[in-house]
């Protein structure tokens, strides 16, 4: 925006006073600080021809910004955290919710005796699973009373009997004579029956769910590329690739939600994650 003021000036001679508004963009280098960016200055008309000269002049500054410069977009980056996509070995674990057994209530509820004798855990594990333990196998056990409890256990038997409502088979956990830890409510009894060699993991806020199915964003550069994947397991925060995404690719973590193809990207601070790194 250009204005041009002109206050008392003389038809001949005189004095008169100019006042010049201009963006920083027009002629910045051609006016006089008289006339630039509000500048505001004195004036001398010795006659008619510099009175002319000097509306020319005023007239060229009015129209010099017609052609006005186009601002650019602000390009917009989204602050990201990355990890890489690694091989490793993933236990598939199940798990069953049960209770202690009769035996072990009336131990528990004698502090003297608990931590003398064997503490069994009846755990109903759905027959698929059941058929695939064995005595022997390791249980890990942990209360809901207390999250932070949790001990080894074995499994001393499998009872054959199939529940009929339920179909699930009953399966004795025992947790040796000498540990303190005990529970008389609900118990949560895991056990592993496979491992998948070599499979693919990456954090697992990195899979974003969109209409379509499963997505992950790949860092190229400064720029991400969506990419459609499908999942496997999900165990401790980590979900498995089956496909769609390989070993060594790095993937947003933080901030993979608010990501669209070709998105700009500004890494932080890497996510503390076992499988991540910068």
């Not at 001990?151 to 038997?157: G, H, L, T, Y």
């Not at 690739?241 to 990501?259: N, Q, R, S, Y």
Request: hydrophobic residues 40%; proline residues 5%.
């Amino acid at each position: 925006m250009n204005r041009i003021y002109l206050k008392n000036p003389s038809p001949l001679r005189g004095e008169g006073r100019v006042r010049g508004e201009t963006s920083p963009r027009c002629y910045p280098a051609t006016l006089s600080p008289a006339l630039s960016l509000k500048g505001e200055g004195v004036f001398n008309m010795v006659s008619g021809i510099a009175k002319l000269v000097l509306l020319a002049v005023l007239a060229v500054v009015a129209t010099g910004c017609g052609k006005k410069e186009i601002d650019k977009p602000i390009e917009k980056f989204v602050n990201v955290t990355t990890a890489v996509a690694v091989k490793k070995d993933l236990p598939v674990a199940e798990s069953a919710v049960g209770s202690a057994t009769s035996l072990s209530v009336a131990q528990a509820l004698d502090p003297n005796s608990v931590s003398r004798g064997t503490f069994t855990i009846r755990l109903p594990f759905p027959e698929h699973v059941a058929r695939q333990l064995r005595i022997g196998q390791s249980v890990r056990l942990t209360s809901f009373d207390d999250a932070s409890k949790a001990a080894a256990a074995q499994v001393k038997e499998i009872r054959p009997a199939l529940n009929s409502s339920t179909q699930t088979m009953e399966v004795i956990a025992e947790l040796p004579a000498g540990h303190a830890w005990y529970s008389i409510g609900s118990v949560r009894g895991e056990v592993i029956v496979n491992v998948r060699r070599g499979a693919i993991v990456i954090p697992e806020q990195s899979a974003v769910l969109r209409p379509a199915g499963s997505v992950v964003y790949v860092q190229e550069g400064d720029t991400v590329k969506e990419r459609a994947v499908q999942t496997g397991l999900l165990r401790n925060g980590e979900v498995e690739i089956l496909a769609g995404l390989k070993a060594g690719e790095t993937v947003v973590v933080d901030g993979a939600g608010m990501l669209t193809d070709g998105a700009r990207v500004k890494l932080r601070e890497a996510a503390a994650t076992g499988t991540a790194k910068p």
